[in-house]
C-alpha cells in the first residue's frame, strides 16, 4: 500500500438500527461519517492514509455472549440473530478479520472513505 491505514469499526446498526439500541446505533452512525471526513481530511492534505470502515452484522463475539447470557431464553434469542441473516448464520471474527486484511493489502491501496459491510446480507433484508 505504502501509506498508512485506519479502519474503523462501524456496524449496520448504522444503517439498519434496532429500537432497544439507540446510542450503540448513533455511534455507528457516527463512525461512519467520521470515517468519511477523516479520509477527506486525509486525502486533501496529501498524507497518504486511506480510512475505511467495516460494518458487521451480528458476529459470534464475547459481547454477543454476554448478551445471550443475560436473557431469559438466550437459545431463541440466538435463533433470532441467524433467522435475521439471510444466509442461515451469524458471522465469526474471521469473516470481519478478512475484509481488514483486504483493506490492509495492496488489492485496496485506491480505497478509502468506504464503508464495507460484512454482515450475511442483513443490512438487505
Given at each position: ?7 474503523n ?44 470502515s ?12 454476554k ?5 431469559e ?6 435463533d ?46
Amino acid at each position: 500500500m505504502g501509506g498508512a491505514l485506519i479502519i474503523n469499526m462501524a456496524s449496520v446498526s448504522a444503517s439498519r438500527p434496532k429500537a432497544e439500541l439507540v446510542a450503540y446505533n448513533a455511534s455507528k452512525a457516527g463512525v461512519e461519517m467520521m470515517t468519511k471526513s477523516v479520509a477527506l481530511h486525509c486525502a486533501h492534505n496529501g498524507y497518504g492514509i486511506n480510512v475505511n470502515s467495516i460494518s458487521p452484522g451480528v458476529i459470534q463475539t464475547q459481547m454477543l455472549e454476554k448478551v445471550i447470557g443475560q436473557v431469559e431464553d438466550g437459545e431463541a434469542l440466538m435463533d433470532s440473530y441467524k433467522a435475521m441473516h439471510p444466509i442461515g448464520r451469524i458471522g465469526e471474527t474471521k469473516d470481519v478479520a478478512s475484509m481488514a486484511v483486504f483493506l490492509a493489502g495492496e488489492e485496496a491501496s485506491f480505497i478509502t472513505g468506504a464503508d464495507f459491510i460484512v454482515d450475511g446480507a442483513l443490512s438487505i433484508n
